[in-house]
């Protein structure tokens, strides 16, 4: 069975960034994380600004990586309109939802 995933924490993202600017291939980044080439290889595409292709912003690639986690867990509520008709329905009732 192979190693679960775990998301990369600001500290890696912030290391990250210091030894892309220093040069340092993707490989040399992964050994020194302990991460697979792979990961930082998608972590530097899926984070690059656009207007800075090439460069890495750890401070926004975090910001990104929230937004994407919130986005992630939205639920959508009441997806039936019937669902939703009965529940207001029942709200005006004075019915409680809980």
């Known amino acids: 069975m192979g190693t679960r995933y775990r998301h990369l924490p600001r500290e890696e993202r912030d290391l990250i960034a210091v030894l892309k600017a220093q040069g ?4 040399a980044i992964g050994e020194k994380l302990g ?10 595409r899926r984070n690059a600004p656009e207007i800075y292709k090439g460069y890495y912003l750890s401070h926004k690639a975090q910001e990104g990586a ?9 639920r959508a509520r009441l997806k039936s309109p019937a669902i939703q008709a009965y529940v207001v329905q029942g709200l005006k009732a004075g019915l409680s939802p809980g």
């Open 35 to 44: 991460r697979d080439k792979g990961t930082i290889s998608l972590e530097l």
């Open 66 to 74: 929230q937004g994407r986690w919130v986005t992630a867990h939205i």
């Open 24 to 27: 340092c291939a993707l490989r």
